[in-house]
């Protein structure tokens, strides 16, 4: 590395009036230390092995970034303290070793366990959040099925009542954190057709008729992917998650958070790539001079970096907006959800063109794995990823579309 600062990637002093308290700056230290220190130098390893290791939760878990989000009083980090700037800054903090599936691996209760301690019973809080929030358990969130993923109300997977239990039948498929979750938060159909039939349950990992399978990837490497199986499982009622037939509405709600974390992360591997993309076009030489010394490059840099930052302004004011609207009543604001879903088809577009534009700056050394192009390598093979899941391009376009009542 040249020492030098480099113009608008991860490191440089964004000036904004958002998240820039001392608090916003002493988490942001935090994390990038740890970063810096448990996971930059092996992920590479962790990326060719399929896995990070299972102690590395408990590792961050006694780090307070890991239990932002959950509350205090379940083992959590969340007194009141912490606003939506504190949960970007973590996000894009995660992606500084240049692997996406890095954060879907380590903090996947982000999405499996609000659900629980936002309408779960105080016996499934007490049972689930302590031992997820100190990184002994995991927990994965389960919508997706062979046949769907952002049809979430033709839902197909069935738990039938019968006494005291319910019996699920059906299966998920892309499940991140499949194969290592201990609980699994299941979308399942209790009543009719529709979104008012669906219902989230509680699975754990040892209840019999439950399987795993891994599923092989193009990208995401170090963050386990599975097909689940449910062949007759049975589970107490008291693991229905909130009232039953309301699941739909709880999942549309925690989409909210999904969508911007995903949108924060993709802001930020575009500054990785471009980062790194600018400290090797001042180190390359070429016809005797720095490629950075091309105007060709010089332009084709700021052409990245101007949509990074229009993606960054966006990305601000959504976590804005949810913070004055707190994040558990967007659902209500149908302009929020709009703004939202453009703001996921925006930020993995500028995350495609800037991995793009960084390959092509790196030349051949992009398309081999591990080197110097390393990260943008991992990256560029982890866009598609990004731009599907949590609500794919088009998806988002017409959900978009719907809720500003076009």
């Known amino acids: 590395m040249s020492g030098k600062v480099i113009p608008f990637g991860m490191d440089y002093s964004r000036v904004s009036p958002f998240g820039n308290t001392e608090s916003h700056k002493a988490l942001r230290k935090e994390v990038r230390d740890w970063m810096e220190r448990e996971v930059c130098p092996h992920i590479d390893t962790w990326e060719e092995d399929g896995v990070i290791p299972r102690e590395l939760h408990i590792k961050a878990a006694k780090e307070r970034f890991y239990r932002v989000g959950i509350p205090k009083e379940l083992g959590g980090e969340d007194d009141g303290s912490f606003d939506m700037f504190h949960r970007m800054i973590i996000c894009e903090e995660l ?22 301690f936002r309408w779960g019973s105080d016996y499934l809080k007490q049972k689930v959040v302590p031992a997820v929030a100190n990184g002994s358990k995991l927990i994965c969130l389960c919508i997706t099925e062979p046949w769907g993923g952002s049809d979430v109300a033709a839902v197909r997977t069935t738990a039938k009542e019968e006494g005291d239990y319910y019996i699920v039948s059906g299966n998920k498929t892309f499940i991140t954190t499949g194969c290592r979750a201990d609980y699994f938060t299941v979308a399942v159909r209790t009543g009719g057709s529709g979104i008012g039939g669906v219902s989230l349950l509680l699975l754990e990992k040892d209840m019999p008729g439950l399987t795993t399978t891994p599923m092989k990837k193009m990208g995401w490497l170090c963050s386990d992917t599975a097909i689940i199986t449910f062949d007759n499982v049975k589970v107490p009622k008291a693991n229905l998650i909130g009232k039953k037939n309301r699941g739909f509405y709880y999942i549309m709600q925690n989409f909210n958070y999904e969508r911007i974390s995903m949108s924060a992360n993709c802001v930020a591997a575009s500054r990785v790539c471009i980062g790194d993309a600018i400290e090797y076009s001042r180190q390359r030489k070429t016809f005797g001079k720095p490629l950075v010394a091309n105007q060709g490059i010089r332009w084709k840099i700021m052409e990245v ?53 960084a390959c092509q700056i790196f030349g051949g050394k992009s398309f081999i794995r591990g080197g110097r192009a390393g990260k943008v390598e991992r990256i560029y093979r982890e866009v598609r990823v990004m731009a599907i899941g949590g609500g794919s391009e088009e998806i988002m376009l017409e959900l978009a579309s719907r809720q500003a009542k076009l």
């Open 95 to 116: 992606v500084r070793c240049g692997s996406l599936g890095f954060g879907a691996a380590l903090l996947t209760w982000g999405i499996g366990l609000p659900p629980i």
């Open 305 to 357: 970096i101007k949509e990074i930052e229009a993606a960054q302004s966006l990305l601000d004011s959504c976590a804005w907006s949810l913070h004055q609207s707190n994040v558990n009543k967007a659902h209500s604001d149908p302009l929020l959800i709009s703004k939202l879903s453009l703001l996921k088809l925006k930020s993995t577009r500028v995350l495609e063109y800037a991995a793009r534009e």
